[in-house]
């Protein structure tokens, strides 16, 4: 199945071409409104457990374990990876993101997640 999925940080402007807008975090970031994130959907159950979370801290060094981790509970966790997979049927879809680290998050973890299934 081909699919339209970017990632970007919430913190971003919402633009045309994002389509549906999904927070894939747990809690929800500091300074940004309801209204300002022009969410389609907060998917809070797809984020990673609190414990992985907490493990891995955004340390670059814990990159691989975490996505290797994380991939594990999603598999598990086949209600939230269906909605979201349904969301992907009808249209872009971009996974929202709080952290500072661009490259080392659980929105990107999760896009890979898709992409490679």
């Keep these: 199945m081909a699919f339209d999925l970017a990632?970007?940080?919430?913190?971003?402007?919402?633009?045309?071409?994002d389509g549906q807008r999904v927070l894939v975090d747990r809690i929800w970031p500091r300074g940004v409104s309801k209204e300002g994130a022009?969410?389609?959907?907060?998917?809070?159950?797809i984020a990673p457990s609190n414990e992985l979370r907490k493990w891995f801290g955004h340390e670059p060094a814990r990159w691989a374990e975490f996505r290797?981790?994380?991939?594990?509970e999603l598999d598990g966790n086949g209600e939230a990876v269906s909605e979201l997979?349904?969301?992907l049927?009808?249209?872009?879809?971009?996974?929202l993101y709080g952290a500072h680290d661009?490259?080392?998050?659980?929105a990107v973890a999760l896009a890979g997640y898709l992409r490679g299934r």
């Design 85 to 87: 997979r349904g969301l």
């Design 68 to 72: 290797e981790r994380y991939r594990l």
């Design 89 to 95: 049927r009808h249209g872009n879809v971009t996974l």
């Design 7 to 17: 990632v970007k940080r919430i913190y971003e402007p919402p633009a045309p071409d």
């Design 38 to 45: 022009a969410l389609t959907l907060w998917l809070k159950d």
């Design 102 to 106: 661009e490259a080392h998050n659980n």
